[in-house]
């Protein structure tokens, strides 16, 4: 079973790490950067061939092997040479990694496509956090549709593991708030009031706990030693994403040993 069942779970990964890391650049240079003002923008971005983001030459189909074209391009773009971002890599090593660990931890095809599909709505929010400080309208929406997705699959419909889904999301989005309100959205912004709510949804009780410590813990440490400016305001947002992706693989490895509770 295992033979066949984590290659295709790998080869899938790869496949979602792949699209929605170039459904992430497309947003910023679609929706928020230089191609905004483009009619039908929306089609080109869900079904437009793959271009340079520098040269806008497009994408041969002997580059579009994930991973592999990366390596091989060493990194860079055919034509012009400029990079294509260490994050698309990180991105797409990640999704073939996290879909067999999901399955191997017993989370099952459905629950594991659910996951794996939050985590690419978290890959463009992490995008957009991280570029603009903002959360995409529409993203959110994905977001939510798959955390209800993936808390009903994971609670099987009982009432009693689902309210471990609602009252994170509950408890998330009324601390979020009141320190939104307290902060006067300075340094936090609505955007991540709302993704808490979605990522206590998705995660539940314990969990989100430590995607938000997790989150807020990276945000300091990024302003404080890496941006080393501390007036600016903390991307948030993207470190509880990172935060619930590495729940995730937390989890599975948790869940692979003999003494998982939860
Ligand atoms: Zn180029």
């Keep these: 079973m ?20 170039a459904l992430a650049s497309r947003i910023l240079y679609f929706a928020y950067g ?25 994408i041969e189909e002997r580059d579009l092997i994930p991973v592999l074209s990366f390596a091989l391009l060493r990194g860079r773009c055919r034509h012009c040479s400029e990079p294509l971002g260490w994050h698309t890599l990180a991105g ?36 957009t956090d991280y570029n603009l400080l903002l959360l995409d309208h529409e993203n959110a929406l994905f977001l939510l549709l798959w955390a209800v997705a993936f808390s009903l699959y994971d609670s099987a419909l009982d009432p009693g593991l689902f309210a471990r889904h609602g009252v ?17 959205g300075k340094g936090l912004g609505f955007g991540d009031v709302l993704l808490a709510g ?34 600016q305001p903390a991307p948030l947002g993207a470190g509880m994403a990172l935060g619930v992706m590495l729940t995730l693989v937390v989890r599975a490895i948790y869940r692979m040993s003999d003494t998982a509770v939860w």
Excluded: N
């Excluded at 066949?4 to 929605?20: K, M, N």
């Excluded at 990276?218 to 302003?223: G, K, P, Q, R």
């Design 2 to 21: 295992g033979f066949v069942a984590y290659p295709l779970a790998t080869a899938l990964g790869l496949v979602l790490g792949s699209f929605y890391t």
């Design 34 to 58: 230089p191609g905004r003002r483009i009619p039908d923008r929306w089609k080109t971005i869900l079904l437009g061939r793959s271009f340079c983001m520098h040269c806008q030459t497009p």
């Design 92 to 127: 797409e090593l990640f999704f073939g990694l996290l879909f067999p660990l999901l399955i191997l931890s017993g989370q099952g095809w459905p629950g594991s496509l659910y996951a794996m599909l939050f985590c690419g709505h978290l890959y463009i929010a992490i995008a």
């Design 168 to 184: 994170a999301a509950g408890i998330a989005l009324a601390l979020f708030l009141v320190l939104y309100v307290a902060a006067r």
């Design 198 to 231: 979605l990522i206590g949804l998705f995660l539940g009780i314990p969990w989100t706990l430590f995607a938000i410590v997790f989150g807020a813990t990276a945000s300091v440490i990024y302003i404080v030693y890496i941006r080393r400016d501390r007036s």
